[in-house]
């Protein structure tokens, strides 16, 4: 496996180029973060057979179908993750060209994979539920398992994604019982949480919640 430092001091330029690209563009810091895994991962695999520098011009569409199939069968990618890394891919070879580093997207004509349509959500039931959040106190590290409960709770009973948990800050709750979270489009929404829930988030801030780096005051959860 090749480190990202190793991949960074390879690619420096173009990775420079295409995140300022898309911070130019208005990209969600998000998208930003998740189309630049996207291209460390996908760098990692054209590089790792013979662990040297690959000219990116020298990049053919064989190349990324592999990397599709890899992420398959190997990673066990879902078809919208895979859509979503070929996304990124057509992106990242888009702003090389148009920059005119390389002269073609070898990524262009790749079909994107079906995904499955009217798929129902899955969902715990009641009793299920209180097993789960029985679980995560056995499972988690101890300085862990209130932090732990109060992410999964957000999910559970306030239907949040994990970006807009990423999100959250300590200005975003709002002491009447709720949060206010940003969500997809930049839109913030306000849900009001239920009172056990926002007991343990309150109990995790004044508790357990770790001293924030300098910048990330605001931020409700620090650790990884």
């Known amino acids: 496996m090749i480190a990202k430092e190793t991949l960074l001091s390879w690619y420096e330029e173009e990775l420079t180029l295409f995140r300022t690209e898309m911070d130019n563009k208005d990209y969600s810091i998000f998208t930003i973060e998740n189309y630049l895994?996207?291209?460390?991962?996908?760098?990692?695999f054209?590089?790792?057979?013979?662990?040297?520098?690959?000219?990116?011009?020298?990049?053919?569409?064989?190349?990324?179908?592999?990397?599709?199939?890899?992420?398959?069968?190997?990673?066990?990618?879902?078809a919208s993750s895979r859509n979503r890394r070929l996304t990124a891919i057509r992106s990242f070879y888009k702003c090389l060209v148009d920059y005119e580093l390389v002269q073609k997207n070898p990524a262009l004509d790749l079909e994107s994979a079906k995904e499955q349509?009217?798929?129902?959500?899955?969902?715990?039931?009641?009793?299920?539920?209180?097993?789960?959040?029985?679980m995560i106190g056995k499972v988690s590290q101890k300085q862990h398992?209130?932090?732990?409960?109060?992410?999964?709770?957000?999910?559970?009973?306030?239907?949040?994604?994990?970006m807009e948990i990423h999100s959250l800050n300590l200005s975003s709750i709002n002491q009447n019982r709720g949060i206010h979270v940003l969500g997809k489009g930049n839109k913030t929404r306000?849900?009001?949480?239920p009172k056990?829930?926002?007991?343990?988030?309150?109990?995790?801030?004044?508790?357990?919640?770790i001293f924030p780096m300098k910048g990330q005051e605001d931020a409700l959860f620090i650790s990884r």
């Open 190 to 193: 306000y849900i009001p949480l």
């Open 117 to 134: 349509k009217g798929k129902l959500p899955s969902y715990l039931e009641k009793d299920e539920l209180k097993s789960f959040f029985e």
């Open 145 to 162: 398992q209130r932090r732990n409960k109060v992410i999964l709770g957000l999910m559970a009973f306030a239907g949040l994604r994990v």
């Open 196 to 209: 056990k829930l926002m007991e343990e988030l309150q109990l995790y801030i004044e508790e357990n919640r």
């Open 37 to 44: 895994r996207d291209i460390y991962l996908f760098l990692e």
């Open 46 to 78: 054209i590089t790792w057979k013979k662990e040297a520098y690959m000219d990116l011009t020298s990049v053919k569409k064989l190349q990324i179908t592999l990397f599709m199939n890899e992420l398959k069968t190997k990673r066990a990618n879902s």
